[in-house]
Nanobody, 123 residues
Framework: VQLQASGGGLVQAGDSLRLSCVASGLTFNNYVMGWFRQAPGKEREFVVVISRGGRTKYYEGSVKGRFTVSRDNAKNTVYLQMNSLKPEDTAVYYC?????????????????WGQGTLVTVSS
């Protein structure tokens, strides 16, 4: 199983970025997909989770209204559209896949992880 995240970069506050995560080696539509992030010197934290079919989503409070998660099961890909970026969004962003049916916010509930993509937001 591989999860390949991409789309990170260096942007200014207020800019947008779109992250992608392509999955292979698994039946993608059987997995709940999540995005997590880890800022320098901090623990990994939950960002958003999307259900298998893509209809149900749950966002962490600080990104709600700015970030949008979506998935294309035909392309085995989950996306994270990030708008109005802030310096505090600076982190390595990871996608993860969970075989459970619940919309888990805990990283321990996820079976597979991508390698991460770095997002740096300058002020």
């Amino acid at each position: 199983v591989q999860l390949q995240a991409s789309g990170g970069g260096l942007v200014q506050a207020g800019d947008s970025l779109r992250l992608s995560c392509v999955a292979s080696g698994l039946t993608f539509n059987n997995y709940v997909m999540g995005w997590f992030r880890q800022a320098p010197g901090k623990e990994r934290e939950f960002v958003v989770v999307i259900s298998r079919g893509g209809r149900t989503k749950y966002y962490e409070g600080s990104v709600k209204g700015r970030f949008t998660v979506s998935r294309d099961n035909a392309k085995n890909t989950v996306y994270l559209q990030m708008n109005s970026l802030k310096p505090e969004d600076t982190a390595v962003y990871y996608c993860a896949a969970s075989s459970g049916s619940d919309l888990n916010t805990q990283g321990s509930r996820y079976d597979y992880w991508g390698q991460g993509t770095l997002v740096t937001v300058s002020s």
